[in-house]
């Protein structure tokens, strides 16, 4: 309903880890690597192997029989002659472009049928005894030998390819582009074989000048809500009406403390000043509304309706701001209609010392009341002033710092972001199962991820920020720090009996320690200029 406005809490400040992204000295090998490779039952895919260690395994097949052959490993050494060119393309990424020379090719195609003759056996050939090349591929077929023959290659290659960017590269993000098939129709062993790598590298951080995150100048807003003072009698106010018992009003119309139920009604107001079509975001059947905490109501609409009486209809006209909330409604002249459907009166007690227990268990006077909410709201006060300061010192961040984001990275915390989000529903509506499989389709990924693009970009780039200032300024936490904190995570995942990878527990409260002590140091050095709103 859009006759009122709400301005939204900030939110705790939440570094995810970036760890398994930018920590990696070693390459990992997916199943994706290679594009459009088909498993096939007499070949598995040597790019699944996390280990450049372990030679391939392979099936071969003759007529209605299979054997299962199992290469011994082939010793690891440096094909010599292979080229690299490395070629930067946007968004963080490297293109590594191989050419194989045919001396390696030749080799490898050699080891293959080596290790294939070593473990097939052929009928009319006793073990151990040499059979003729043409023979072999005959009865291996001339296509996987070739096919195995390329995955050896490539197996052996890559690891050099690759050295190119050891310690840049992140985790997860290494493509072959060329296609196997491709590999497949143009190979022969005394020809260059050539195929592209691309990976996605560690974004350098750029600064709009060298030293701007030392000199930041930030306003930080304070909801007037938040204000201890103004807080501690809202709540005393709270607990108070909440101690009367509602009472229903019959002799007489609205006035200031009373509950109202309201059907609500608007229509736009032509520029002829006649009634044009509804618009029903502004509208609302069985609203409540407590006319003693109508602060975020449409200037004018509480004054408009005062003195209406249960069963009776009220039309007047407003003009939403330009401030409002709902763009779509900025500005806009509407005819409201509203309808009364009820009407209560709160039947209080004398405020006094008489009520001091009943207001807050423990207390025997007023004064006590009072002094306990304006505790409790001061510190609701501080914490509501740290979040907002750490997070207009990231907005600020993201205004002077240039970096191109990997598209890894990217979908890595945009996907790490939904999930937290799915959590966070699952416990608050117990999602059917039904429910959790369509919000959890790669549909629905990819639609969150390309609805919040702005908000993760800006989110990746404060991570990655923060993580350049605690390196620039040499910050550190202790070693005390880290294992209480790890601890104190550890035993909130038992309490809720929750599975955890206490290593994954390790690495992100080594990320939040970081984030803290870099806000921390911000705080120190930036000018910060408070105003309320």
């Not at 101690?243 to 119309?253: E, H, T, Y």
């Not at 025997?364 to 609701?380: A, D, F, M, W, Y």
Request: glycine share 4%; with cysteine; proline share 5%.
């Amino acid at each position: 309903m859009a006759v009122t406005s709400s301005s939204s809490s900030s939110s705790s400040l939440k570094l995810p880890s970036l760890s398994p992204l930018l920590t990696s000295k070693t390459l990992t090998w997916l199943p994706q690597l290679l594009p459009h490779r088909q498993q096939r039952p007499y070949l598995s895919l040597v790019m699944t192997s996390p280990s450049p260690q372990q030679i391939f395994r392979t099936h071969a097949s003759k007529s209605s029989s299979t054997s299962f052959l199992a290469f011994d490993q082939i010793k690891e050494d440096v094909p010599a002659g292979v080229e690299v060119t490395e070629t930067k393309e946007p968004g963080s990424r490297v293109r590594l472009s191989a050419s194989v020379p045919p001396s390696v090719c030749q080799e490898y195609y050699n080891r293959v049928l080596l290790e294939f003759a070593k473990q097939t056996k052929v009928p009319g050939f006793r073990p151990g005894k040499k059979i003729p090349d043409n023979i072999l591929i005959n009865y291996l077929g001339k296509q996987n030998v070739l096919r195995a023959t390329i995955e050896a290659i490539l197996k052996r290659t890559l690891p050099h390819v690759m050295s190119s960017v050891e310690g840049r590269a992140l985790k997860d993000s290494v493509r072959i582009k060329t296609k196997f098939s491709d590999l497949e129709e143009d190979f022969s062993p005394s020809e260059y074989l050539r195929y592209e790598v691309v990976v996605d590298v560690a974004p350098e951080v750029k600064w709009i000048s060298e030293d701007a995150y030392k000199h930041l100048k930030v306003v930080v807003e304070i909801d007037q809500e938040v204000i201890a003072e103004k807080a501690s009698e809202t709540e005393l106010s709270r607990r108070y009406k909440a101690i009367g018992p509602m009472r229903i009003v019959n002799d007489r119309g609205l006035q200031l403390g009373d509950v109202i139920v309201l059907d609500i009604y608007a229509n736009m107001v032509k520029e002829d000043e006649s009634t044009g079509e509804s618009i029903p975001s502004a509208e609302s059947k069985g609203f409540h509304l407590d006319t003693e905490g109508a602060d975020n109501l449409l200037p004018g609409f509480l004054d408009s309706i005062m003195g209406i009486g249960i069963g009776e209809t009220k039309p007047f006209r407003l003009v939403f701001p330009e401030s409002w909330k709902q763009e779509n409604l900025r500005g806009i002249c509407v005819q409201f209609t509203v309808e009364c459907k009820e009407l209560f009166y709160r039947d209080l007690p004398v405020l006094d010392d008489s009520l001091a227990s009943k207001l807050i268990s423990g207390c025997s006077t007023l004064s006590e009341v009072r002094q306990s909410i304006l505790q409790t709201c001061k510190e609701v006060e501080q914490t509501a002033i740290e979040r907002a300061t750490d997070n207009a010192l990231l907005d600020a961040l993201t205004k002077i710092v240039a970096v191109e984001i990997p598209q890894s990275i990217f979908e890595e915390q945009g996907r790490q972001l939904y999930g937290a989000r799915l959590l966070q529903l699952q416990a608050n509506m117990k999602l059917s199962e039904q429910q959790l499989a369509s919000l959890s389709s790669e549909k629905a990924v990819n639609e969150y991820l390309d609805s919040q693009k702005e908000n993760i970009t800006n989110l990746v780039k404060q991570m990655l920020a923060v993580g350049e200032i605690y390196k620039r300024e040499n910050l550190q936490y202790s070693l005390e720090e880290l294992e209480k904190e790890v601890q104190n995570s550890v035993a909130e995942f038992k309490s809720h009996d929750q599975e955890y990878d206490e290593k994954r527990v390790r690495e992100q409260v080594q990320d939040i320690l970081e984030g803290a002590k870099v806000l921390e140091w911000l705080r120190e050095h930036a000018d910060i200029q408070y105003v309320t709103r």
